[in-house]
C-alpha cells in the first residue's frame, strides 16, 4: 500500500480555494479558533512586485465578540516577538499580515499566518475577565438627565420593530410615531453588541423606517480598534463614552 500519495490527497483536501475578486485567493483552513467551531480563513493578495498573506482581521474581531483583550500588554509582546523572529506583523487595523516576494514562499505563510491567528485569539481571550462595570448604569443616567432637561420622551430596554427581536438600551421620542424620527441609543460594551447596531442600522434603512442609531461603545480599547471605527460607516454615529461628551452629543441630537 502507498501511503504518500494518499496522504498528500488527504492533506491538500483539507483545504479548499476560493477565487475572490481583483485577483484574492481566500484559502480556507483546517485550522480552527480555539473553544469553537470556526475555521482560520486566510487571504491571498497580489499587489505591485509582492503577495501579501492576512487573516483580514478576523482573528482580533473573534477575539472581542468572545470578550478578549487585543490590545493588552501580552499582545503587543507578543506581536514584536512574532515581528523579530518573522515576516509576520500585526498591523494598526489588528491584522495578521506577512509579505513575500517569492510565489514558493505563499503556501508557507498561509500556513504560519494561520497559526499567529490562533495565537492572537487564544491570547487575547485568556487574560483574566473584567470586573463588572457601571457603563450601561452611566449611560442611561446621563439619557435620562438629558431627556428631563428636555422633557423629552425616552424608554428604556424598548424592542424594535424589525426583524430579529433586537433591543435598544434607550429610545428617545415617539416610536410608533412613524412621522417622527427617535433616536436609538446602543450602550456597547463588547464588539457583539456594537455589531448588533451596525444590524439595527442597516435594518432601518431597508425597512425606511425612520430613526437615528446612536452607539457608544464603553471604550475603542473594550469593542476593538478596528470595530469602532467600522461602525462609524455603518451607525447613525459611534462614539466612546464620555459623559460630559455625551450629553452634550444628546442635546446637539435632540434640537
Same mark, same amino acid.
Given at each position: 500500500m502507498e501511503l504518500m500519495p494518499d496522504l498528500k490527497r488527504t492533506i491538500?483536501?483539507?483545504?479548499?480555494?476560493?477565487?475572490d475578486t481583483n485577483g484574492v485567493q481566500r484559502v480556507v483552513t483546517p485550522l480552527e479558533y480555539p473553544g469553537g467551531s470556526d475555521k482560520v480563513i486566510v487571504r491571498v493578495r497580489p499587489r505591485n512586485g509582492y503577495f501579501q498573506i !492576512? #487573516?483580514?482581521g478576523e482573528a482580533a474581531l473573534y477575539a472581542s465578540m468572545?470578550?478578549?483583550d487585543v490590545a493588552s500588554e501580552s499582545i503587543s509582546r507578543w506581536a514584536e516577538e512574532m515581528q523579530m523572529t518573522s515576516r509576520i506583523?500585526?498591523?494598526? !487595523? #489588528?491584522?495578521?499580515?506577512a509579505e513575500?516576494?517569492?510565489a514558493r514562499l505563499?503556501?508557507?505563510?498561509?500556513i504560519h499566518v494561520a497559526a499567529a491567528s490562533q495565537q492572537l485569539f487564544a491570547l487575547a481571550t485568556s487574560q483574566k475577565e473584567r470586573s463588572p462595570s457601571d457603563f450601561k448604569e452611566r449611560v442611561a443616567q446621563v439619557v435620562q438627565e438629558v431627556c428631563e432637561t428636555l422633557k423629552m420622551p425616552v424608554q428604556h430596554s424598548v424592542e424594535l420593530p424589525i426583524a430579529g427581536g433586537l433591543e435598544a438600551d434607550h429610545v428617545i421620542g415617539e416610536i410608533s410615531n412613524p412621522s417622527i424620527s427617535p433616536l436609538i441609543v446602543i450602550a456597547a460594551s463588547s464588539a457583539m453588541r456594537l455589531l448588533e447596531a451596525e444590524i439595527i442600522h442597516m435594518q432601518y434603512r431597508h425597512t425606511q423606517q425612520r430613526g437615528f442609531v446612536l452607539a457608544v461603545a464603553e471604550s475603542e480599547k473594550i469593542v476593538g480598534k478596528k470595530q469602532f471605527h467600522r461602525a462609524n460607516y455603518y451607525t447613525g454615529k459611534t462614539v466612546e463614552f464620555s459623559a460630559y461628551d455625551f450629553g452634550q452629543l444628546l442635546r446637539e441630537q435632540l434640537h
Amino acid at each position: 500500500m502507498e501511503l504518500m500519495p494518499d496522504l498528500k490527497r488527504t492533506i491538500c483536501a483539507l483545504f479548499e480555494v476560493h477565487e475572490d475578486t481583483n485577483g484574492v485567493q481566500r484559502v480556507v483552513t483546517p485550522l480552527e479558533y480555539p473553544g469553537g467551531s470556526d475555521k482560520v480563513i486566510v487571504r491571498v493578495r497580489p499587489r505591485n512586485g509582492y503577495f501579501q498573506i !492576512d #487573516e483580514n482581521g478576523e482573528a482580533a474581531l473573534y477575539a472581542s465578540m468572545h470578550g478578549g483583550d487585543v490590545a493588552s500588554e501580552s499582545i503587543s509582546r507578543w506581536a514584536e516577538e512574532m515581528q523579530m523572529t518573522s515576516r509576520i506583523e500585526l498591523d494598526d !487595523d #489588528e491584522v495578521i499580515k506577512a509579505e513575500v516576494n517569492e510565489a514558493r514562499l505563499i503556501a508557507p505563510y498561509i500556513i504560519h499566518v494561520a497559526a499567529a491567528s490562533q495565537q492572537l485569539f487564544a491570547l487575547a481571550t485568556s487574560q483574566k475577565e473584567r470586573s463588572p462595570s457601571d457603563f450601561k448604569e452611566r449611560v442611561a443616567q446621563v439619557v435620562q438627565e438629558v431627556c428631563e432637561t428636555l422633557k423629552m420622551p425616552v424608554q428604556h430596554s424598548v424592542e424594535l420593530p424589525i426583524a430579529g427581536g433586537l433591543e435598544a438600551d434607550h429610545v428617545i421620542g415617539e416610536i410608533s410615531n412613524p412621522s417622527i424620527s427617535p433616536l436609538i441609543v446602543i450602550a456597547a460594551s463588547s464588539a457583539m453588541r456594537l455589531l448588533e447596531a451596525e444590524i439595527i442600522h442597516m435594518q432601518y434603512r431597508h425597512t425606511q423606517q425612520r430613526g437615528f442609531v446612536l452607539a457608544v461603545a464603553e471604550s475603542e480599547k473594550i469593542v476593538g480598534k478596528k470595530q469602532f471605527h467600522r461602525a462609524n460607516y455603518y451607525t447613525g454615529k459611534t462614539v466612546e463614552f464620555s459623559a460630559y461628551d455625551f450629553g452634550q452629543l444628546l442635546r446637539e441630537q435632540l434640537h
